[in-house]
């Protein structure tokens, strides 16, 4: 139950950042596909990189393990992109 609240929190901090930094307005996002304002990307790409660093240093001090991680399914991660190409697609349009 702690785990649960507790990726509540950095969830919502997380969307909270995103949208104090204006990466939910439209012409931030429409801009990101015209590559002519990449700054959602590089917000995106600062968070895994510091997500990335917290979580081998806490494997580092022994705090956590990472678990087994199991074989892809292709065909299910083809589907799932196509469905949210074309929504996001269909969205912008």
């Known amino acids: 139950m702690t785990n649960s609240i507790l990726a509540l929190v950095f969830g919502a901090f997380f969307g909270f950042s995103l949208n104090k ?3 939910t307005k439209y012409n931030k996002i429409v801009n990101v596909f015209r590559f002519t304002d990449l700054a959602v990307l590089k917000f995106m790409m600062t968070a895994l ?3 990335m660093s917290g979580l081998y240093a806490l494997r580092g001090l022994g705090v956590l393990n990472f678990p087994n991680v199991p074989a892809t399914y292709i065909a299910g991660n083809l589907l799932g992109g196509l469905i949210f190409g074309v929504g996001m697609a269909l ?3």
């Open 21 to 23: 930094a204006g990466l």
């Open 49 to 51: 990189v510091v997500a």
């Open 91 to 93: 969205t912008g349009y």
